[in-house]
Structure formats: C-alpha cells, structure tokens
C-alpha cells in the first residue's frame, strides 16, 4: 500500500525548460515532506524539504508547492540543466518513519 | 567529515546463502534506519535501530532477516538463505536523534541473488 504517490514516472524536459513532479498523500499525520535527488548507484541525497505550514518553499532553482487542504506537493525545477538528470524522490515523515513516492525519472536534453 | 558509509556496495551471494550488509552511521549520529529499494520502487522502511535496541522493525520481513546495532560497531542487516526476490538495494540512514531530525543516506548496499 502505497502511502505517497509521486507522477509522473519519467518526464524528459529541454535544458533550461521547467520540470515537475507532483505527489500526493493520504496520511494526515506527516509532518515533514523532503524530496531527494539520487544518481545511478548512489544513495537518496536531500534537495529540499518543506513542513506543512507553509505552501511554498523555494531554494535556488528548487522550488517545493505545498496544498495542505488537498494532501498534494510538487517539485519544480526551473531552468533545467542536464546535471539535473536524475531520479527524484518525494517522501513524507511520521516522526522518524519516511514513506517514499515510487521516484520520477527526469531526463534533460541539452 | 565522513558520510553513511555501507559496505559491501555490491554483494552476490547464491541462493540459500547468508548476505550481511554493514553500516556505520554518521560521526555522533546514535540512530539508524534500514530501507530497501525494489527495481523501479521508491524506498520501503525496513528497521530503525539504536544502539543495542530495536525501535521499530515493523518494515522487516517475518523470517529469514534480522537486524543488530551493537554498543561498539557498525549495524548489520543479515538476511538469511536468500532468494532471488532478496535482490535490490538496501539503504542504510543515520541521524542525531530519532524524532524530527534529518535523516542522511549511505550510498547502498546492492545484493544480487543468483
């Protein structure tokens, strides 16, 4: 039972174009939404994470929107670059216990 | 100023072996989790540790898996007789203390079951 669900699957977007990733949650005790950035054959690394009191958090080209009412949460990437290709995580934080999305593949073409 | 650090990053073991997956947390860092990431999946909880206590292994399978963070040591998954569905990622992440705080990921142990 899936209790974060991250779409797309794989995006592909231009360099400089804008991604992004949406999730959405059920759990209404998650009190902490991270979103990690993970190369081929290396482990989760922290982009950015936002708590469910703000709506928005912004963090150089990262940008995390936050929709209490409606348990969703997006990752746009602005002005994509091609280092930015990798496997995007969202998750969601029980105390110490992190739920996962399924990841997003994103590609960027240069 | 060393990270997680997980050893072996690649393990194959037969099937009906014993795969043993080590950890060292962070610098400081007393608290340790364990997750599994399948093929195409995001990661699954699988235990949370620490030192010489199990906090929270209900992300674990019932038989064959066993976790341990000793007093002095690094932790160590151990899966016993493994099968081919044993086969993924296993992460380990540490942090200072258990509630609320960020938690910083190893860069994977990956078994492969032949």
């Known amino acids: 039972q899936q209790q974060v669900k991250q779409s797309p699957q794989s995006l592909i977007v231009q360099k400089g174009g804008i991604s992004i990733i949406n999730c959405a949650y059920e759990n209404t005790a998650f009190d902490y939404f991270p979103w990690y950035q993970q190369f081929p054959g290396k482990g989760p690394a922290l982009l950015i994470a936002i708590r469910p009191d703000v709506s928005e958090k912004k963090e150089g080209r990262f940008t995390i929107s936050f929709n209490k009412s409606a348990k969703q949460f997006s990752l746009h990437i602005m002005d994509s670059q091609p280092g930015d290709s990798a496997t995007y995580f969202c998750?969601?934080?029980?105390?110490?216990?992190?739920?996962f999305g399924a990841g997003t593949t994103v590609t960027v073409r240069a | 100023n060393a990270g997680v650090m997980q050893n072996p990053r690649h393990l194959v073991r037969r099937r009906g072996q014993e795969a043993r997956l080590r950890c060292s947390p962070m610098k400081g860092h007393s608290h340790v989790y364990w997750y599994r990431q399948l093929p195409e999946e995001g990661l699954k909880f699988m235990v949370y540790?620490?030192?010489?206590?199990?906090?929270?292994e209900s992300g674990m399978p019932k038989e064959r898996f066993s976790a341990e963070f000793p007093k002095e040591g690094p932790s160590i998954l151990r899966i016993q007789q493994v099968v081919r569905g044993d086969s993924a990622a296993y992460f380990c992440?540490?942090?200072?203390?258990?509630?609320?705080?960020?938690?910083?990921f190893g860069q994977g142990t990956r078994l492969t079951v032949v």
């Open positions: 998750a969601a934080r029980n105390d110490y216990k992190l739920s």
């Open positions: 540790l620490q030192k010489e206590n199990i906090i929270d």
């Open positions: 992440a540490s942090s200072l203390s258990g509630k609320n705080t960020e938690a910083f």
